[in-house]
């Protein structure tokens, strides 16, 4: 039996999986290359204002999340509000995310509305996603609210988060995010959403207490070069140059980074790893002095903008500045993801000034570029059967990441869930 283990990254997943296996006896170490822990979660000091480098909402059925915080003492940070979304099409700013706005969105015809409307109705009552595993998101939407609405509302959405991908992405994938937010609404006017006080930094902190407490260990700034195996099973793992043994080591960083962190995998499985794609992401925040909008979620379909949306947080967090996040989603591959800080900040704020004419230079209290090389996985139809399994065929080497949400989008809920799910598993 296994009972001294490492836990390559100290995200959600990484820390919730720690905090797992120590409350039956194991003991867990975890190795952070980052200076901090969390991940795609984490916080910094955003000049005073201690907020994530991405941004993150909570939607009712996210169970797991809410289980976790009440175990931790901390659920009474969870906050609920009534949130609004817009759609920003062509140079204008609509309302979205209701009945009543979809029937005056002046730009498509009545049955194109209708069809529309009424897959996204069914999206969020549907329980059964198999069928839709085995066709796209493009199609999908087409065959349902045809081809004027998929133009106007699907098409940029797909293209701006997918790029040349964007016709290859599961209907499964898609519909599953319509279905979460769908049923985190009050009714079908208006959505509630939810935010941690303290941010999601209070999670964070709340699990390094419970890790530590138990006789856990964290290292930050800790780079695993490699993982060691011999005669098919883990020994350990190398940290900074530096040799350490455990009995089994599970890892949650993304997928493509396995093949070089695991030389001792089979030739076939690594093929596998290698064949799975991953857009990154160039995340602009901007700390304003007013409102952008009055919208949580502001959908885009622009020619002139390179964004999907726009995320502005301070309209469901109440913070002392107007924060707004601004998503550019691009594979690692594309020369715009080298760009530098100063370019994305630029088109960002000519962004605003489309969105908003009132916006001016003088509205902007800071700013702040975070990139992310893997940050959503391509998911085509089928997703799930193409991954390796979670236990490797090396014995004690266990890899998950986000991948394996699927057809869950990435989410903290999600990140616990998975986490629980491999804790029970080596357990």
């Given at each position: ?40 979660s984490a916080s910094f000091d955003f000049d005073g204002l201690i907020i994530e ?132 609404r009050k009714n079908m006017f208006t959505e509630t959403l939810a935010y941690l ?231």
């Amino acid at each position: 039996m296994m009972k001294k283990i490492a836990v390559v990254g100290a995200g959600v997943m990484g820390l919730t999986l720690a905090y797992e296996l120590i409350k039956t006896g194991y003991d867990v170490t975890v190795f952070e290359k980052d200076d901090r822990p969390g991940g795609m979660s984490a916080s910094f000091d955003f000049d005073g204002l201690i907020i994530e480098r991405y941004y993150h909402f909570f939607c009712k059925p996210d169970t797991p999340i809410f289980e976790l915080l009440k175990e931790l003492g901390i659920d009474h940070l969870l906050k609920w509000k009534e949130t609004q979304m817009g759609f920003f099409y062509e140079g204008k700013l609509y309302k979205w995310g209701n009945p009543a706005a979809l029937l005056l969105f002046p730009r498509l015809g009545l049955i194109s509305k209708i069809r529309f409307g009424l897959q996204v109705f069914l999206s969020v009552k549907r329980d059964r996603w198999d069928k839709l595993d085995r066709i796209t998101a493009a199609r999908w939407a087409k065959d349902w609210s045809g081809k004027k609405a998929y133009n106007a509302l699907w098409d940029s959405l797909l293209r701006l988060k997918f790029h040349w991908f964007h016709d290859q992405i599961s209907a499964a994938w898609v519909w599953r995010r319509l279905r979460r937010v769908g049923r985190s609404r009050k009714n079908m006017f208006t959505e509630t959403l939810a935010y941690l006080e303290g941010g999601v930094e209070e999670l964070l902190t709340g699990l390094q207490k419970k890790i530590i407490a138990g006789g856990g260990k964290i290292f930050l700034n800790a780079n695993v070069k490699h993982i060691d195996v011999d005669k098919n099973k883990v020994t350990g793992l190398v940290v900074n140059g530096e040799e350490h043994f455990f009995d089994g080591v599970v890892t949650t960083v993304p997928l493509p980074y396995i093949p070089r962190l695991i030389p001792g995998l089979p030739g076939e499985v690594t093929k596998k790893y290698a064949g799975l794609d991953n857009i990154g992401v160039v995340c602009v925040l901007l700390k304003l002095s007013s409102p952008l909008t009055e919208n949580f979620w502001l959908n885009i379909s622009d020619r002139t903008i390179e964004l999907p949306g726009v995320i502005e947080f301070s309209n469901l967090n109440p913070l002392p500045e107007k924060l707004v996040y601004f998503p550019f989603y691009l594979h690692r591959t594309d020369e715009k993801f080298s760009k530098s800080d100063q370019y994305f900040i630029d088109l960002v704020k000519g962004y605003c000034k489309r969105i908003n004419r009132n916006f001016g230079e003088s509205w902007v209290l800071g700013q702040r570029v975070h990139r992310y090389e893997y940050a959503q996985p391509v998911c085509p139809p089928g997703f799930s059967q193409g991954l390796p399994p979670v236990k490797t065929v090396i014995e004690g080497l266990y890899v998950m990441d986000t991948s394996y949400y699927y057809p869950e989008d990435r989410s903290i809920s999600e990140s616990v869930n998975a986490a629980q799910k491999l804790g029970s598993i080596l357990i």
